[in-house]
């Protein structure tokens, strides 16, 4: 089978308000692929998840599993069970078992042998670095520790596919790496992951291909190389006025050809790539070294891409 997930021409309509939440969306997904749905809050990404997973009806369009077409019914939840691992943005379930039961309980439930889902229990809690709490009930820990235990629950049993809803919302930087390792690691084993996230930085490290979505829709997918390609001829000179200087940050902007932006002492502004070094070591031996807090030279980034199509900030976007 030479798709996972195949979606044709998916619209969701709720008619109490009435809200077009996805439309007309189509995408395929392969096996052994790290793919992400990537946008703002209330893109439609979440509804979206909801249909591959059988927990919400299409008005309209397909959704096929290896094949065969998901719809929201008793037989199509087993099928599902039995082949999807989903983690949802929504609360934790068996709060009264302890943390290594909860992950190994949930391993032998996908057909795992009971030393094999120790095994298994004991290897993700010492990626997540929840080992410490092992022996800790599940609804006394606080949100950043139970949202790891259901991380360790949804990969628990190593079902062919993983779709996470957010999965790295309200963790630190440290885990938020183990996390992608641990998808590059699964991916590489042949799971098929479905990755939701409205983080830049997480779909460019994560993700071997992606759907940018606004209001519904898919607006653009592919590579994040090729979706970045088209921008490549440019790159971002950030710059971050020290609070001690006299520079007025307009004036440093006039200086800068192209239109700048400028927030307070921060000013940024694209410039042909080929043009960048020169054109910001002209601004540090005008201005002096002591005049800046911080400078940077950035390469457009998946959000660049979303914002050149006429698309909301991703991380900024109200819900």
Known sequence: MDKAYLV????????????????????????????????????????LVKQLVGLLTPSSGTVRLFGETIVASRAAQ???????????????????LKVQEAIRWVAMLRGMAKQGAANEAGELMSVLSIDPIADRQVRKLSGGQKRLVQLGMTFAGRLPVLILDEPTADIDVALRQRIWDLI????????????????????????????????????????????????????????????????????????????????????????????????????????????????RLITPTLEDVYLELGGRSIEEADV
Request: aromatic content about 4%; hydrophobic content about 40%; proline content about 5%.
């Open 8 to 47: 044709e021409n998916l619209t969701k309509r709720y008619r109490t308000p009435d809200v077009l939440a996805n439309d007309d969306i189509s995408f395929d997904v392969r096996p052994g692929e790290a793919f992400g749905l990537l946008g703002p809050n209330g893109a439609g990404k979440s509804t």
């Open 78 to 96: 087993k099928r599902i069970g039995r082949t999807v691992a989903y983690l949802p943005q929504g609360s934790l379930s068996l709060g009264e």
């Open 184 to 295: 590059e690691q699964r991916c590489a084993a042949g799971t098929t992951v479905i990755l939701v996230t409205h983080d830049v930085a997480e779909a460019e490290r994560a993700l071997d291909r992606v759907a940018i979505l606004d209001r519904g829709r898919v607006v653009v997918s592919g590579t994040p190389a090729e979706l970045k390609a088209d921008l490549s001829h440019r790159t971002r000179i950030d710059i971050v006025l020290a609070a001690s200087t006299t520079i007025d940050p307009l004036a440093l902007a006039r200086d800068i050809p192209g239109e700048a932006r400028v927030r307070g002492r921060h000013v940024s502004a694209w410039v042909p790539a080929d043009d960048a070094v020169r054109q910001l070591e002209k601004i540090m031996s005008t201005a002096g070294a002591d005049a800046f807090e911080d400078v």
